[in-house]
């Protein structure tokens, strides 16, 4: 049972290159999230999924995009990149919404 | 706008001290509320949460937070830190009927061995 995984760990960006985050579950869990933590500013919700086939854009969905692709796997899009989306991101799933959140490992993402 | 606020940005502690971090919310409806912890270079985990009943909730490691509905609040307590307590602790509420899950900013702890 692996939780939640993210993929990649790590990467670096040039300004307007795309990419796409990763993220699965095997808990079975409806709900899955997309966050961004910067230093001083908590953690921000980028979208959300509350079940497979919806998504919702969350606090800063600016630049991004995302894809609910099946029960487990919610993806996180950058079109083109920029500096200011040099972050941690963070991907979470719950049973439902509004219920105890469980977290991947993260993916620190610098943008160039 | 619902919020989370975390008064304590950096908190210094000496091993055996007494802990409590302050959380408070705005939002008048029912809320789920929750505290999470992250320990340095690992990801964010549940320490506690309240959805109901006895507003005193005990956690894991020692951890216990009371919420007091009057005061729109759920501030988390531990009685004797410890040196492996270093962690950033992060406030959440979760508004019930709606898809609102707000994290506060996050209060860095760090114990003094």
């Known amino acids: 049972n692996a939780g939640v995984t993210q993929t990649p760990k790590f990467q670096v960006l040039k300004t307007g290159q795309s990419m796409t985050l990763q993220c699965a579950q095997d808990m079975n869990h409806n709900s899955m999230y997309w966050y961004r933590q910067d230093p001083g500013m908590g953690l921000r919700l980028i979208y959300y999924s509350a079940s497979e086939g919806t998504t919702d854009k969350g606090e800063v969905p600016n630049g991004y995009n995302v894809s609910r692709l099946n029960k487990r796997e919610f993806s996180l899009r950058l079109e083109s990149a920029a500096p200011s989306q040099t972050s941690v991101y963070f991907c979470?799933?719950?049973?439902?919404?509004?219920?105890?959140?469980?977290f991947g490992p993260g993916t620190r993402l610098l943008v160039l | 706008a619902q919020s989370v606020s975390q008064h304590n940005h950096h908190v210094i502690l000496s091993e055996a001290a007494s802990l409590e971090l302050g959380c408070n919310y705005s939002y008048g409806g029912t809320v789920n509320l929750f505290w999470y912890v992250q320990y340095p270079g690992q990801h964010l985990q549940l320490l506690l949460k309240?959805?109901?009943?006895?507003?005193l909730v005990k956690g894991i490691k020692g951890f216990e937070a009371e919420f007091i509905k009057s005061k729109f609040s759920f501030n988390l307590r531990k009685p004797s830190v410890q040196w492996s307590d270093t962690a950033e602790y992060f406030c959440?509420?979760?508004?019930?009927?709606?898809?609102?899950?707000?994290f506060g900013t996050g209060t860095r702890l760090k114990v003094l061995a």
């Open positions: 979470a799933s719950s049973e439902w919404n509004e219920e105890t959140q469980y």
């Open positions: 309240y959805f109901s009943g006895d507003p």
């Open positions: 959440a509420v979760a508004t019930s009927g709606t898809y609102k899950y707000i």
